[in-house]
C-alpha cells in the first residue's frame, strides 16, 4: 500500500509537472505568434541616433542575398494625434507598399481595410486601443485628424509650433493584434511620414526584413550586417524582443524548479516504502547473504526497486498528462475568463524536449530516494543461527 503511494505522488508530481510546461509552452507560442503578426524576421536600425541612410544601391544588392524575401522602409518617430478635443500620443511609423510581405498587420484589420494613401492624400490604419482613446470609427469617421510630429533638425525653440510638423489625415481602418501595438501604434504611408519628419534624400529611420525560411534568418542577417556596415545594427525577432522572450524562457525554467521540489517531497513517499521494505525483508536479505549475495547485489535489488517504482509513476503520469492535453485542446476544460483574451481556453502545447527532461528528474529523484533504504540494506547485519 505504501507503495502505491509513492507512485501515485510521483504519478501526480509527473502530470502537473508535464501539464504546467505544456501551458507555459502553449502562451509561448501565442506571444510568438501574435508578436511575428507586426514584428519582422529582420530589422535594421542605426547604431546612434534615430536615423540612417541606406541607399537604392544597397536596397537592391539586399534583394540578391539568398532566402530574403522583401524590405520595408520604415520612417517613425512619435506623434500626438488629435481628434476635436481627443487627444493621444502615438507612434507613428511610415512604410512602403512591400509592408505587406513583411509584417502581418493587413491581415488583423477588424474595420475598415488596410489603405495607407500616398504622400498627398495620407490615410492612416489605427489600433483598436488608439481608436477608442480618440472616440472614431475609422470605417466610417468623415473629418479628418490632425497629427503633430517633430522635424528632424529644429534647433529653434523660440517658436516651438516651427519645431512641428502638422498634417492632416484620414482613417481607414483599425487592427487588433495584441495591447502593446494596439494602444501604440498609428500605420501611414512611408512618403508622407518623411516630409512631415524633414527627412534628407536615402534617410530612414529603420528597414525590416522578412526572409523565406526561419531557419535562412541567420545567414540574411550576418549577409545583411556585412553590406551595411557598422553604422546599422542587424537583430532578429528574439533579439527585438529580448526581454519579453527572456522573461518567459526564465518563469518556465523557475516553475521546472517549483514542481522539482514538489517531486523531491513526493520522493520522501518512496523512500518509506522502500525503509519498510526493507524491515519487512530483513530475513531474505540475510538469506541472500548466506547465499553468497554481496552487498553491492543487495543494493542494487533495492536501487532497481525504487527506479521500478519511479518508472511506473514516471509513465502514468506522462500518458496521464498526454490525455488531459487532449482534453483541453478538443473540449477546453480550463477556460480563459474575461473577454479581452484573442482564444477563450488555456492553450498547450507538447514539447518532446520536456518529457525527456523530466523523465530524467524523475528517474534522478527516485535513485537518491532510493539509495538511503538501499544502502542500509547492503549494510544489514550478517548472522547465521543454528
Known amino acids: 500500500m505504501i507503495a502505491w503511494v509513492s507512485v501515485g505522488a510521483i504519478t501526480v508530481g509527473t502530470a502537473a509537472l508535464i501539464i504546467i510546461l505544456s501551458a507555459f509552452n502553449g502562451f509561448e507560442s501565442l506571444v510568438k505568434s501574435l508578436y511575428s503578426s507586426f514584428y519582422a524576421d529582420i530589422r535594421i536600425e542605426p547604431v546612434k541616433g534615430k536615423t540612417l541612410v541606406i541607399t537604392e544601391h544597397q536596397f537592391e544588392a539586399m534583394y540578391k542575398i539568398p532566402g530574403l524575401k522583401a524590405v520595408t522602409r520604415v520612417a517613425e518617430e512619435k506623434a500626438l494625434l488629435q481628434n476635436g478635443e481627443f487627444q493621444t500620443v502615438v507612434f507613428l511609423k511610415g512604410v512602403d507598399d512591400d509592408y505587406g510581405q513583411v509584417a502581418g498587420v493587413p491581415e488583423k484589420m477588424v474595420r475598415g481595410n488596410f489603405n495607407l494613401g500616398n504622400a498627398d492624400s495620407p490615410r492612416v490604419v489605427l489600433g483598436v486601443g488608439i481608436e477608442n482613446a480618440i472616440g472614431v470609427f475609422t470605417d466610417r469617421s468623415i473629418l479628418p485628424l490632425t497629427l503633430y510630429m517633430p522635424k528632424k533638425g529644429a534647433n529653434d525653440l523660440s517658436n516651438p509650433m516651427d519645431a512641428l510638423g502638422v498634417g492632416l489625415v484620414r482613417t481607414s481602418g483599425s487592427f487588433a493584434i495584441q495591447q502593446d501595438f494596439d494602444n501604440k501604434y498609428v500605420l501611414t504611408n512611408l512618403d508622407f511620414t518623411r516630409q512631415y519628419l524633414n527627412y534628407g534624400e536615402d534617410e530612414y529611420s529603420a528597414a525590416e526584413v522578412s526572409v523565406q525560411s526561419a531557419d535562412q534568418v541567420p545567414l540574411v542577417k550576418q549577409q545583411l550586417a556585412v553590406l551595411l556596415g557598422s553604422r546599422a545594427r542587424v537583430l532578429d525577432r528574439y533579439e527585438q524582443n529580448k526581454t519579453l522572450y527572456t522573461t518567459i524562457r526564465l518563469e518556465k525554467w523557475a516553475i521546472y524548479g517549483i514542481f522539482t521540489l514538489i517531486l523531491l517531497v513526493a520522493a520522501f513517499n518512496m523512500v518509506g516504502a522502500l525503509t519498510m521494505l526493507v524491515l519487512e525483508k530483513q530475513k531474505d536479505i540475510q538469506v541472500l547473504q548466506a547465499m553468497g549475495a554481496s552487498r553491492q547485489m543487495i543494493r542494487k535489488i533495492f536501487l532497481t526497486e525504487g527506479l521500478v517504482l ?15 492535453y487532449y482534453l483541453q485542446i478538443n473540449y477546453k476544460l480550463v477556460p480563459l475568463q474575461g473577454e479581452s483574451f484573442l482564444i477563450d481556453y488555456y492553450p498547450v502545447k507538447l514539447v518532446a524536449a520536456d518529457f525527456l527532461l523530466v523523465a530524467v528528474t524523475v528517474i534522478a529523484i527516485g535513485i537518491l530516494a532510493s539509495w ?7 549494510k544489514q547485519a550478517f548472522e547465521l543461527r543454528n
Open 372 to 378: 538511503f533504504p538501499a544502502d542500509r540494506a547492503a
Open 310 to 324: 519511479a518508472g511506473i509513476g514516471a509513465g502514468v503520469g506522462m500518458l496521464l498528462a498526454v490525455l488531459l
